[in-house]
């Protein structure tokens, strides 16, 4: 019944600029009840968590490979989160999944099937 739904991925140059957006619907409580993250597995190596936000929006962290290029944010109202990447690189290449934690009980931990990130000339 839990779903999140990852879309915007894509084939894009270096440099490039996409949008992944993260659609949750099913929640037995409301979405500001989640802290929210993206994380992704690039071909041959382990998942990564690239970005966090907690449930009110309040505070957001980055991986450092990200930081200062990706920006997460949600809209709690919408039942949804984004993570918008710019000036985006080759190893920025990989399958991104949106998480969701809840705060509070019944407590849960669910993912998205993912997105695929395509970042070349």
């Known amino acids: 019944q839990v779903q999140l739904v990852e879309s915007g991925g894509g084939l894009v140059q270096p440099g490039g600029s996409l949008r992944l957006s993260c659609a949750a619907s099913g929640f037995t409580l409301s979405l500001n009840n989640y802290a929210m993250s993206w994380y992704r597995q690039a071909p041959k190596k382990e998942r990564e968590r690239v970005a966090d936000?907690?449930?009110?929006?309040?505070?957001?962290n980055y991986a450092d490979s990200v930081k200062g290029r990706f920006t997460i944010s949600r809209d709690n109202a919408k039942n949804s989160v984004y993570l918008q990447m710019n000036n985006l690189k080759p190893e920025d290449t990989a399958v991104y999944y949106c998480?969701?934690?809840?705060?509070?009980?019944?407590?849960?931990?669910?993912w998205g099937q993912g997105t695929q990130v395509t970042v070349s000339s």
């Open positions: 998480n969701a934690r809840s705060s509070a009980p019944p407590w849960g931990n669910y």
């Open positions: 936000i907690s449930s009110a929006g309040t505070y957001t």
